[in-house]
């Protein structure tokens, strides 16, 4: 099949339409990046064989350097546990860092071999989007420099902030490619670069999400404004019809659920990782002077500790925000059509055929709602976030009142302890501790 997508100038009369194209070729060939998008080649044999060739080579690239950090992880921690008698804070360093790198080697291998279809589904999405509404476009064009933002703040703000510290405040650190001197998870040059691309990755998956998302949710709040006119009856236009609303309404749905099939894998892998991330990040902050950083969990050289965990910290936090808000907003427009097809029910003189679609309807957005999961096992809505929400803040009073009763031993035992696991970390016997 021809995608518009993937071939040269994309006939589209609208130029609005033409303008979402071509964002969306931006997202792919950032992907393709990657090799999480395969290349389309409609050409000669030999040139669908080269071009596979260096999908998979870029796929294989990006895979491998993921896993090269986790290797390094695997490493350092087996290392340092075969010199400590304490391994529980430890492995808690470990499994924090490695997580990331697992997440993110499955996250663009899962991704891979769903995405053969997306761009099957992003020429629906361009095709189907109707922008002849002008309050609907200015908002979409909100909605795609707002998903610019993360992939634009972290190549040209927080990627050239974190060389700038690496390179002046540890230039006198002789680190090695895995960090034998200093931890790498940390400091060395190329692993913060394997961390950046696997953070680029998520803010361009993000991004997809975003614009998906906004685009389907402003057709929803358009069609059913648009029902809302066909339920007074002062229309004479055959398509603002309720029978040709339902049926685009059944066609918008459709494409969410493919959409979804694509990006619910990979959206349950990089949440739960979110998650682990910001709860991890609120047991340090909350209680880092207590018990973590006097046992050891957490210790700095200097700013560029800080600046990683600060700034992974927020990132992290408004894209799972940001993720799960789209999400929900979509949810919301996509179903915000149900107080009117019940009223519509009331008038008898409906047309029965046109009653039975309508019960058929909302049949279907009962059963099967409009929105995006996290791989079919959890649906992003408001009860999510009312879950999420909970979860955090249970976690939250958990480490506080954990914090508050452990911190005076935890001192206590730093004192005799601190002397032994700072060498077993891979840290020098002058650093000191993260108070």
Request: proline share 3%; glycine share 4%; net charge positive.
């Amino acid at each position: 099949m021809s995608l518009l997508l993937d071939r040269g100038p994309v006939d589209i009369n609208d130029s609005r339409q033409t303008d979402l194209c071509r964002t969306y070729r931006r997202f792919l060939w950032l992907m393709r990046g990657f090799g999480a998008v395969p290349q389309k080649d409609d050409t000669v044999r030999q040139q669908k064989f080269r071009s596979r060739c260096c999908y998979s080579s870029r796929l294989f690239a990006a895979i491998f350097m993921v896993l090269l950090f986790n290797a390094q992880l695997t490493y350092m921690y087996v290392k340092a546990t075969t010199n400590l008698h304490t391994k529980t804070i430890l492995q808690i360093h470990f499994l924090s860092r490695s997580q990331f790198a697992i997440t993110m080697a499955l996250g663009i291998l899962i991704f891979a071999f769903r995405s053969r279809k997306l761009p099957t589904v992003i020429t629906g999405v361009v095709k189907t989007c109707s922008w002849s509404n002008d309050l609907d476009w200015n908002t979409l064009r909100w909605i795609v420099r707002f998903s610019w933002l993360y992939p634009g703040n972290l190549l040209v703000v927080v990627f050239p902030m974190g060389m700038i510290v690496k390179l002046v405040l540890l230039r006198q650190l002789q680190d090695s490619l895995f960090g034998l001197a200093v931890p790498a998870v940390v400091v060395s040059l190329p692993m913060m670069i394997i961390t950046y691309l696997g953070i680029l990755f998520r803010c361009v998956h993000l991004c997809f999400v975003i614009v998906t998302c906004g685009a389907l949710g402003l057709q929803f709040r358009r069609l059913t404004a648009d029902m809302k006119v066909s339920q007074t009856g002062k229309t004479i236009n055959s398509s603002l019809s309720l029978s040709s609303l339902l049926n685009r309404h059944y066609f918008l749905s459709e494409l969410v659920r493919q959409f979804d099939a694509i990006f619910s894998p990979t959206l349950f892998i990089f949440t739960a990782s979110d998650l682990v991330v910001v709860t991890s990040l609120i047991s340090f902050y909350i209680s880092a002077s207590q018990m973590e950083a006097s046992l050891g969990l957490y210790i700095t050289q200097n700013a560029a500790d800080m600046f990683i965990y600060v700034s992974y910290a927020v990132g992290t936090f408004a894209v799972l925000a940001t993720r799960v808000t789209f999400a929900v907003v979509l949810n919301h427009q996509a179903h915000s059509c149900v107080p009117i097809l019940f009223a519509s029910l009331q008038d008898t003189a409906l047309d029965k055929t046109l009653k039975r679609n309508i019960q058929m309807c909302l049949q279907r957005l009962c059963a099967l709602p409009v929105t995006l999961t996290a791989w079919n096992l959890i649906v992003m809505n408001r009860t999510f976030i009312l879950t999420v929400t909970g979860l955090i803040a249970t976690y939250l009073v958990v480490v506080v009142e954990i914090s508050s009763k452990n911190g005076c031993s935890a001192q206590q035992l730093a004192l005799t302890d601190s002397a032994s696991l700072l060498p077993a970390l891979g840290f020098d016997a002058n650093l000191t501790l993260l108070q």
